[in-house]
């Protein structure tokens, strides 16, 4: 069964290829959405190269719902996005992949039902498909080369809503069995270099020797050292010391 965590319904419209529909559900799965709704595939159903594409998304076309036309597809839908590169003559509200996930969120919090449209790979959506959708996501693509394919424009979309759904860190490190550096350990790293480098006489001309500290210095602070990062700094120069001295 599908989960039960509220999510808009992905309707491939007369998908061609097997393949495709497969990326399909495994880019769905891989951003937490489960409801695939297949309209008319040209190559029937179940399809086993569709079963293989999907990898360990399989599950997604187990419980895909199979419908005969578009109409049937969207019948329990009270809001509903077409994905197409051109308006084709229709008046519609235009918008982001951003911005139609977040409208999604917003509908399906209010419990509304939502769907989003992808059209066949060779053509997209038909006007007669798109004239059923309250309104278009585009893509802002190159337009000198504006077709998507189908499972990269489900990739894309499920991420929006992820994106809408969860909270996303933009930027993490993963710290491999260490903490960061303390301020008294980079200052404890960055005497230990002046005083080595002022034995070796780095620190030439005598004038210049002021300017020179405070340049290294605010190298150690540019670089976000580990506590492992430090270790290793002083190892190094203890061992150069070593080997001169030796």
Same mark, same amino acid.
């Given at each position: 069964?599908?989960?039960?965590?509220?999510?808009?319904?992905?309707?491939? %419209?007369?998908?061609?290829?097997? !393949?495709?529909?497969?990326?399909?559900?495994?880019?769905?799965?891989?951003?937490?959405?489960?409801?695939?709704?297949?309209?008319?595939?040209?190559?029937?159903?179940?399809?086993?190269?569709?079963?293989?594409?999907?990898?360990?998304?399989?599950?997604?076309?187990?419980?895909? %719902? +199979?419908?005969?036309?578009?109409?049937?597809?969207?019948?329990?839908?009270?809001?509903?996005?077409?994905? =197409?590169?051109?308006?084709?003559?229709?008046?519609?509200?235009?918008?982001?992949?951003?911005?139609?996930?977040?409208?999604?969120?917003?509908? &399906?919090?209010?419990?509304?039902?939502?769907?989003?449209?992808?059209?066949?790979?060779?053509?997209?959506?038909?006007? !007669?498909?798109?004239?059923?959708?309250?309104?278009?996501?585009? *893509?802002?693509?190159?337009?000198?080369?504006?077709?998507?394919? +189908?499972?990269?424009?489900? +990739?894309?979309?499920? @991420?929006?809503?992820?994106?809408?759904?969860?909270? *996303? *860190?933009?930027? =993490? %490190?993963?710290?491999?069995?260490?903490?960061?550096?303390?301020?008294?350990?980079?200052?404890?790293?960055? !005497?230990? @270099?002046?005083?080595?480098?002022? !034995?070796?006489?780095?620190?030439?001309?005598?004038?210049?020797?002021?300017?020179?500290?405070?340049?290294?210095?605010?190298?150690?602070?540019?670089?976000?050292?580990?506590?492992?990062?430090?270790?290793?700094?002083?190892?190094?120069?203890?061992? &150069?010391?070593?080997?001169?001295?030796?």
């Amino acid at each position: 069964m599908p989960s039960e965590t509220p999510q808009p319904a992905f309707v491939l %419209v007369r998908p061609q290829m097997g !393949e495709n529909i497969g990326g399909a559900a495994r880019a769905m799965w891989n951003f937490g959405l489960d409801r695939m709704r297949i309209v008319a595939p040209r190559d029937g159903w179940p399809n086993p190269r569709a079963v293989a594409l999907a990898s360990g998304a399989g599950r997604l076309l187990d419980e895909a %719902v +199979l419908c005969d036309d578009v109409a049937g597809a969207l019948a329990d839908c009270s809001f509903v996005f077409a994905t =197409t590169a051109r308006a084709r003559g229709l008046t519609k509200p235009v918008v982001s992949p951003e911005r139609a996930m977040e409208m999604a969120r917003e509908m &399906i919090g209010r419990g509304e039902k939502v769907a989003v449209m992808f059209g066949p790979e060779r053509a997209g959506l038909e006007n !007669e498909d798109v004239a059923r959708a309250n309104a278009i996501i585009s *893509v802002p693509v190159n337009p000198e080369f504006f077709s998507l394919n +189908l499972a990269q424009c489900v +990739l894309l979309t499920a @991420y929006e809503w992820r994106r809408q759904s969860v909270e *996303v *860190v933009a930027e =993490t %490190v993963d710290l491999a069995k260490t903490d960061w550096a303390s301020g008294i350990e980079i200052e404890k790293l960055a !005497e230990h @270099y002046e005083e080595r480098l002022d !034995e070796a006489g780095f620190f030439f001309p005598a004038d210049k020797a002021p300017g020179m500290k405070v340049n290294l210095r605010n190298l150690w602070g540019r670089m976000r050292l580990t506590r492992a990062d430090v270790q290793m700094l002083h190892g190094i120069l203890r061992q &150069i010391i070593r080997r001169r001295d030796s």
